[in-house]
């Protein structure tokens, strides 16, 4: 069995309760406003009925004219009525395809958030992964940090107008210093190289000349040699 007191606890707790405060959408307050108005009608029209009984048998002229009056009042608040429900039936059908369009404008909705939600989570794995990318280049052993260049200190002492280039910039220059340091000193290997070849080759030429001379003094002295004898002899 239910329990009076509860009930009535339950009745006076939900006394200040408003449905419309509930509801969000405008088509459904409409809808709930035609409803109320519905209710209001039918009870206005009930207690019309209990306040003018139907006579079963009128007699005399005040009563004939007194229930023809009331059958026509409640005729025409049955016509209210009637018309109310049509009006709350098609604000109904709104209301059906309003719901529909808002559960088809939420399965979307939610789709596009899934489609965000994916979007996000891959950004954030190549955000993971190009991290990890850099975290590797940044530690590898480059060739570039071997190179026999002069500090980074010795280099602006010698070129002050670089002093407010970047790490990367600065090492761009001072890798391309030593370049030009570089190619100067193999031009100028390769000057002293020539030169070196342009001696050994004259030093050649004036063995070579000696090495002729020496034959000719050698076959001089041989064809002088008789002559020698007869003046020897003389």
Known sequence: MEDPQRNSAMMAATSGFNIADL?????????????????????????????HPK??????????DSDKKATQEIEKRE???RAQLSII???YRQSVLKVREEKTKTSDDRAVNDALILGLHNLKYEEQS????????????????????????????QFPEHKDLSE???????????????????????????????????VKKGKDDL????AMVEKFIEAAEPIKKVLATE
């Open 211 to 214: 090495t002729k001379l020496d």
């Open 23 to 51: 509801i969000k959408s405008p088509h459904n307050l409409r809808l709930h406003a035609e409803v109320q108005n519905l209710k209001k009608l039918i009870n206005d029209l009930v207690d019309y009925q209990l306040a």
């Open 89 to 91: 039936k098609s604000l």
């Open 55 to 64: 006579i079963a048998k009128p007699t005399t002229r005040e009563e004939i």
């Open 168 to 202: 990367q910039e600065l090492m761009t220059v001072r890798i391309e210093h030593e370049r030009q340091v570089r190619v100067k000193s193999e031009e100028e290997r390769q000057e002293k190289l020539k030169r070196k070849q342009k001696l050994i080759a004259e």
């Open 130 to 157: 190009l991290r990890s990318e850099i975290s590797a280049a940044e530690n590898y052993d480059h060739k570039y940090m071997k190179l026999p260049l002069i500090s980074a200190e010795e280099y602006l002492e």
């Open 79 to 81: 016509k209210y009525i």
